[in-house]
């Protein structure tokens, strides 16, 4: 789909007409028009392109390339205002009780674009007990395109983004959480570099915010604004690659992934709901891109956040990483990627195990065991070889929950 941006409205007899350049292209190069019928009720649109007669003395491809096919499918009916009306972005923003910092992320977003009409902003406040819905309603004036959404109880950090995308219409998608934000005109720089490279998704580093301390994270990835196979940068399973680098919020998503599914979260997830998003996107989207942008800015050391508290939320990972096998079992070549999402699993439940200490005897006990069970899940050749490859202090800690694998 060829993505237009309005410039010039104009009406005529027949039907409606809107004038748009096609983004992510020099505004002198051309414009378009597009054409509907009166009702809107077509699924398919002309667009007529023009080139632009001040730059050029008769109708020639510009330096770009060539001009368009001139014709736009679109997916579904196509009102009157729907493409008109369309934001750029829509960011995600689910809450629960964050009163105290919700509003350094929302002024972010309102320091973003300079024409406001062009954001979309969902907040869904998952049950807070607090004012984070009153504080987010606050602004409405700053941000023109803010929607709210409101939980009476709470569903969970992976519902709410489900509930978000729902409601969300943008031409891109972003994620943000209360607790952190955006260094001004930062999207603006996302949304032109995913027209350029057109790309399915786009990661970036981002800056961690620990205490007053800030530190820059880079991606796993050295090769920058270069569309690239996001398959290629699962493996291998012994270095760090872009399958270890999950949080959502540091990327911008093409919209149409939203269309078809792709977008969606394990609903009722409370942790490790990114773990096996990322994978579908790298396993089942055609390219991706790194960007050297620097400005989301990631909050650390909140008391409040689940990374912060062990409870029975933390085992969400391993329903995760059972949708992780999943995803692999079907994907076309599963012994390419077994040894990274066994690895990984591994990985995560040492991590868990070494934080045992002061666990609650119920939830230590449901760890283990369910260590057990999502391990088995895995084929029995890739489970042994995965236990061998480990390293001697990991292999000691697992071998006591993972002794009929050994």
């Not at 077994?338 to 449901?366: T, Y």
């Not at 050749?381 to 061998?388: K, P, Y």
Request: charged share 25%; net charge negative; with cysteine.
């Amino acid at each position: 789909m060829i993505p237009f941006r309005r410039v010039v409205p104009s009406a005529y007899d027949g039907g409606w007409s809107r004038s748009y350049r096609a983004l992510g292209r020099p505004d002198q190069f051309h414009a378009a028009t597009l054409d509907a019928p009166q009702d809107g009720s077509t699924s398919t649109a002309v667009v007529v392109f023009e080139t632009a007669q001040d730059t050029y003395d008769a109708p020639v491809n510009p330096p770009f390339g060539a001009i368009p096919q001139p014709h736009i499918d679109w997916a579904g009916d196509m009102g009157n205002n729907d493409l008109v009306n369309q934001p750029l972005v829509s960011v995600i923003v689910p809450a629960k009780d964050q009163a105290p910092f919700i509003r350094d992320s929302l002024t972010s977003l309102a320091r973003q674009f300079e024409d406001a009409s062009v954001l979309e902003v969902v907040v869904v406040d998952d049950g807070s007990t607090d004012a984070t819905g009153e504080l987010a309603a606050a602004f409405a004036s700053q941000l023109p395109g803010l929607k709210i959404l409101r939980n009476e109880s709470p569903a969970g950090v992976a519902t709410a983004r489900n509930q978000g995308l729902d409601a969300a219409s943008g031409r891109f998608i972003a994620f943000l959480d209360p607790d952190d934000w955006y260094a001004p005109g930062y999207l603006p720089k996302l949304t032109a570099e995913m027209e350029q490279l057109d790309v399915d998704f786009l990661r970036t580093d981002h800056i961690r915010h620990t205490n007053g301390t800030r530190s820059i994270h880079r991606a796993p990835q050295a090769l920058r604004s270069t569309p690239l196979d996001p398959r290629d940068d699962i493996a291998p399973y012994n270095l760090s690659t872009m399958i270890d680098y999950p949080i959502v919020a540091f990327g911008i998503y093409d919209g149409r992934l939203k269309d078809s599914g792709m977008l969606r979260f394990l609903d009722g997830r409370q942790t490790a709901e990114d773990r096996p998003w990322m994978w579908r996107l790298h396993l089942q989207c055609k390219s991706y891109a790194v960007s050297d942008q620097l400005g989301v800015i990631y909050r650390r050391g909140v008391p409040t956040s689940l990374t912060q508290i062990y409870d029975r939320r933390q085992l969400d990972f391993l329903p995760c990483f059972e949708e992780i096998f999943r995803l692999v079992a079907d994907d076309p070549e599963p012994g390419r990627f077994w040894p990274k999402a066994a690895r990984q699993f591994l990985a995560i439940a040492c991590h868990h195990l070494n934080r045992s200490e002061g666990m609650p005897p119920d939830v230590l006990a449901a760890l283990r065991i369910g260590i057990d069970r999502t391990f088995a899940t895995l084929p029995s050749d890739v489970a042994v070889e995965s236990l061998a490859l480990l390293d001697p202090k990991r292999r000691a800690l697992l071998a006591p929950i993972l002794r009929s694998h050994a």
